[in-house]
């Protein structure tokens, strides 16, 4: 049976795919610097799915003691996960014109 944190990363996992497909979706539809925010975020999200598939192989999972220990990692991982979702993820999906205009001026007036 399953634990509460295998259960937890595997949702975590399932989210970060999703994630990961939203983002390539958008590979070639954004200009150079949008875009890299986007490969920004791919990469991060990545390594955390990578980090999650290692975690769910990890013998030491079961063990009680370090049940803590994993509970911290994943709770660092869900953050970033749902920080990526709710601010970048978001961001980058509803892009426009206009958002390429305003951040080039706020680029000039705040690197000057």
């Known amino acids: 049976m399953a634990s509460l944190l295998q259960n937890l990363l595997l ?11 939203e ?3 958008l590979d070639g539809k954004l200009p150079g610097d949008f875009d890299a925010h986007r490969k920004d975020a791919a ?8 980090w999650i598939e290692h ?3 990890d013998p030491d999972l079961a ?3 370090l049940e803590p220990n994993f509970f911290r990692d994943f709770k660092r991982a869900s ?9 970048s993820l ?5 892009f426009s014109a206009e958002d390429r205009f305003l951040t ?5 007036v705040f690197l000057h």
């Open 11 to 21: 949702d975590l996992k399932r989210r970060g795919d999703w994630i990961l497909g």
């Open 23 to 25: 983002l390539a979706a």
């Open 43 to 50: 990469k991060r999200v990545s390594r955390t799915v990578n």
């Open 55 to 57: 975690t769910l192989r």
């Open 63 to 65: 063990n009680p003691k």
């Open 79 to 87: 953050e970033l996960v749902v920080s990526i979702e709710d601010t």
């Open 90 to 94: 978001l961001i980058l999906k509803r």
């Open 104 to 108: 080039a001026l706020l680029g000039q």
